[in-house]
Nanobody, 121 residues
C-alpha cells in the first residue's frame, strides 16, 4: 500500500486542521489505517487509528481529534480541533494488514512521508 499525507500547516492554539491520507494499492479497504506523529527529539507515537472493530485514540487527543475513512475513495482523514502547541509534530499515515488497529508503529508495514503540523501558542 502506498500512502501520501496532505493538509498540514501552521495554526494558532485552539484552531482546527484536517490532514488527509491518500492510499493506493490492492485491497486497501482491508487494512487498518493509523495516524502517528513524531516531534523533534521524541519517539513516534500513536495518535488514532481506524479499522475492523472501530476507532482508537491516544488519551491526549480524545474528544479533540476524529479519524475517519472513505473506502470508496481510498482516503483517511484526521480532523484535529482545539489544537495545542504540544500537538506540533510531523504526522504520518500508516497501513497495517489484517484490519485491526494497533498502537505499535512496528506493526505497520507501509508509511507515508508525513506532513508537518505546527501549533503556535
Amino acid at each position: 500500500v502506498q500512502l501520501e499525507e496532505s493538509g498540514g500547516g501552521s495554526v494558532q492554539a485552539g484552531d482546527s486542521l484536517r490532514v488527509s491520507c491518500a492510499a493506493s494499492g490492492r485491497f486497501v479497504s482491508t487494512y487498518a489505517l493509523g495516524w502517528f506523529r513524531q516531534a523533534p527529539g521524541k519517539e513516534r507515537e500513536f495518535v488514532a487509528g481506524i479499522g475492523r472493530g472501530g476507532v482508537s485514540y491516544r488519551d491526549s487527543v480524545k474528544g479533540r481529534f476524529t479519524v475517519t475513512r472513505d473506502n470508496a475513495k481510498n482516503m483517511a482523514y484526521l480532523q484535529m480541533n482545539s489544537l495545542k502547541p504540544e500537538d506540533t509534530a510531523v504526522y504520518y499515515c500508516a497501513a497495517k494488514a489484517g484490519g485491526v488497529v494497533s498502537s505499535t508503529p512496528q506493526h505497520y508495514a507501509d508509511w507515508g512521508r508525513g506532513t508537518q503540523v505546527t501549533v503556535a501558542s
